[in-house]
């Protein structure tokens, strides 16, 4: 159901008709007798009618503010959006043939041979908006290798497209990819491999089928969409759950706790904890859901690990490494959602639960306004004092690997920063000094009241940067870290928007002539005779 269908539906519907689940008082059956003794979510005794318009009032209300914050794209950011998955999935259909075709596979095998684009992340689950990325999944046959077939053929054919743009290797990641844009849409592609020839346009990515004997950067690249579609499997209505999602999310990003790499939550672990209220409450209101939300994790009991109900037995927490808020991953009952979170980061989302709880409490009050749960968070009012991070490259064009870099890094600096200081809150929020004569992003991370006599961390500096140029191979950036005042932030914003994503990539060296495998004998060619058939391999099980 489209966002456009929900909020007519929400206009129109009868507050007392308790049928609709989108206006149930949490608790409350379908077919319940309904009268004023019933006790109320919310915690008032009033008549019901009132409470169900009220808590329906409310639900709009977050509705209207999901448009106000462009949280839902257009139609044609939609169509665009399709349309781009479409070429890619053709591309990597074109992909798998050439790679057949040298490979020497017998033409037998060669018109069956086929890969497949799965996406994920909150364009899989449906809580995208205008400016998100497109986490894609590029699903081959066991016979294309990553290294060579992934990496350097489906890369050349990427390049050669008019769409394709800012492409850039991630060789080093723990789940390595491709990022580019594709008609000006930011698209990460991870690639999985499966012991297979053939692999349906919407392969079932729980069959044992496909996924017997895979390797572990496959299964770890695979691990996303199966977390999304268990997601999806799980929680009772899919609509309202994207609702739910999307006003978490807003919360998180402007409360200053949203980002992994930062050590806060990443949109599987909002995902996770939104489909757990979900799936407890059926039959509640979007307004309903939210207040139970901040009620449920502001006395959660961490580190108790968050898992949805879905039969598996509860996950032993790892003694390895200390887990601040683990939450399971939700297609495997032993593994958790990969988390940064520290003892700072962890202090500030507990907080921010308890905020939310308290502002949310009183949500039938006739003055309650959603506004001020979703309040920016006042980083310049809260902390004296601040560490500026001052990043900067002489090419404005090697910049954002550089911040990538180190951003991938900042859970290191954020733990020598606890060690020395005792607290630290990274404000997510990526600035530009534009007084500075080299292009740049600057950070400003809010710091205790205590050691306020503390004006010089060129240690946490120097070791930090050994670290980080330890992994970086690209053009040495620079690094300045200095301890500031709350009146020297900058008065006037000046957000890093217009370049590209800081996300880690390093870039491929270019070259004027294609580059092949070995066993690539001639240039690599669209095997049209191979293409079309009606013929089509049969799977046990195998969905798509």
Request: with cysteine; net charge positive.
């Amino acid at each position: 159901m489209e966002f456009g269908n929900l909020v007519k539906q929400q206009l129109i519907v009868d507050p007392g008709h308790v049928n609709y689940p989108f206006v149930q008082p949490i608790g409350l059956h379908p077919n319940s007798n309904l009268d004023s003794s019933v006790p109320q979510v919310m915690g008032f005794r009033r008549n019901l009618d009132v409470i169900l318009r009220t808590e329906m009032e409310r639900s709009m209300s977050l509705f209207q503010m999901m448009g106000d914050e462009d949280l839902v794209p257009s139609p044609e950011e939609e169509i665009k959006r399709r349309n781009a998955i479409h070429k890619l999935k053709q591309i990597v259909k074109e992909w798998v043939k050439t790679v057949a075709y040298h490979r020497g596979l017998p033409k037998r095998y060669l018109r069956f041979a086929s890969g497949t684009i799965l996406t994920y992340g909150s364009y899989g689950l449906g809580v995208h908006n205008s400016e998100s990325d497109i986490d894609a999944l590029c699903v081959g046959p066991g016979f294309a290798t990553i290294a060579e077939d992934f990496f350097i053929v489906l890369h050349n054919m990427l390049v050669s497209r008019p769409e394709v743009s800012d492409i850039h290797c991630v060789k080093g990641a723990k789940v390595p990819l491709m990022r580019f844009k594709f008609d000006g849409i930011s698209i990460d592609l991870p690639y999985a491999r499966l012991k297979v020839i053939s692999i349906p346009e919407d392969v079932d990515v729980f069959n044992p089928f496909f996924l017997k004997n895979i390797d572990d950067t496959s299964w770890k690249s695979l691990s996303g969409v199966r977390a999304n579609r268990r997601i999806l499997q799980l929680v009772p209505n899919v609509e309202i759950f994207q609702a739910v999602l999307r006003c978490v999310k807003l919360w998180a990003k402007k409360r200053g706790v949203y980002g992994n790499l930062l050590g806060f939550f990443g949109g599987v672990h909002l995902a996770v904890l939104s489909a757990f209220i979900c799936q407890r409450h059926p039959t509640a209101s979007l307004s309903a859901l939210i207040f139970v939300f901040f009620k449920t994790f502001a006395f959660w009991h961490w580190p108790t690990p968050v898992v949805l109900q879905d039969g598996v037995a509860w996950p032993v927490i790892p003694t390895d490494k200390v887990l601040w808020m683990p939450i399971q991953l939700p297609c495997s009952p032993y593994e958790f959602c990969h988390s940064n979170v520290v003892r700072s980061t962890f202090l500030k989302i507990k907080n921010e639960f308890i905020r939310g709880h308290l502002l949310t409490k009183d949500m039938l009050r006739p003055d309650f306004d959603w506004n001020i749960l979703f309040e920016p968070f006042p980083y310049p009012r809260k902390y004296v004092k601040f560490v500026k991070i001052f990043l900067s490259t002489s090419d404005k064009d090697e910049l954002g690997d550089w911040v990538g870099c180190v951003k991938s890094r900042f859970r290191c600096l954020i733990i020598k920063l606890e060690e020395l200081l005792g607290f630290c809150d990274p404000n997510p929020t990526e600035y530009v000094d534009v007084d500075a004569s080299e292009p740049n992003a600057v950070f400003y991370w809010g710091l205790p009241p205590a050691r306020i006599d503390m004006t010089d961390i060129g240690h946490v500096q120097e070791e930090f940067l050994k670290s980080t140029n330890n992994v970086y191979q690209g053009p040495s950036g620079k690094m300045k870290l200095s301890i500031v005042q709350a009146d020297q932030l900058p008065q006037k914003a000046h957000f890093a928007s217009e370049r590209r994503s800081t996300k880690p990539c390093w870039r491929t060296v270019k070259s004027n002539q294609c580059i092949f495998p070995a066993c690539y004998k001639y240039q690599p060619i669209f095997v049209d005779r191979y293409l079309t058939t009606n013929a089509r391999p049969v799977y046990p099980s195998a969905g798509g």
